[in-house]
């Protein structure tokens, strides 16, 4: 049994919407504890609406690809496109960790390569896995970040 961290992300429609459907399908039956939604800047350079966030941490069997597989699976049925490189997106899921696995499969890359670099990413991650995040990497984290509260309460 793997503890597995993802991380969705949505800027267009109904975001609270498509956070939830993007839980359901990448949660799957497995066990799992959500994160607070956070309303976050984008990062990428693109001008676009703000981000709400939020990291999802599963108990799966699953490995990386299978956790992959899901992700695809949750943006294809958010009818996800990809015109834009960091561009607006009704949803984005990252597979942020696999347990203590790693994977350099250029298209599952395990941890995320840049997990520590977004706060929009670390706020979250903390939140339900402090032992994973330490201070100095928090305060290094770049964009800004603001609890908006459950996504249930958001609904």
């Not at 599952?108 to 520590?116: C, K, T």
Request: hydrophobic share 40%.
């Amino acid at each position: 049994m793997h503890r597995a961290y993802l991380s969705l992300g949505s800027n267009m429609g109904d975001r609270g919407a498509y956070l939830a459907r993007g839980l359901e399908l990448v949660v799957e039956s497995d066990a799992s504890r959500v994160s607070r939604v956070y309303e976050t800047e984008p990062v990428g350079g693109v001008s676009q609406d703000d981000f709400w966030n939020l990291v999802v941490e599963v108990m799966t069997t699953d490995g990386p690809r299978a956790l992959l597989e899901r992700a695809r699976h949750a943006e294809r049925d958010a009818l996800r496109t990809r015109e834009v490189r960091w561009g607006p997106r009704t949803l984005d899921v990252d597979v942020l960790l696999v347990g203590e696995m790693v994977s350099d499969d250029p298209e599952i890359l395990v941890p995320h390569p840049r997990l520590y670099e977004r706060a929009f990413v670390l706020v979250p991650l903390a939140e339900l896995a402090p032992d994973l995040v330490s201070e100095e990497q928090l305060a290094g984290a770049r964009g800004r970040v603001v609890a908006l509260g459950t996504l249930e309460s958001l609904r």
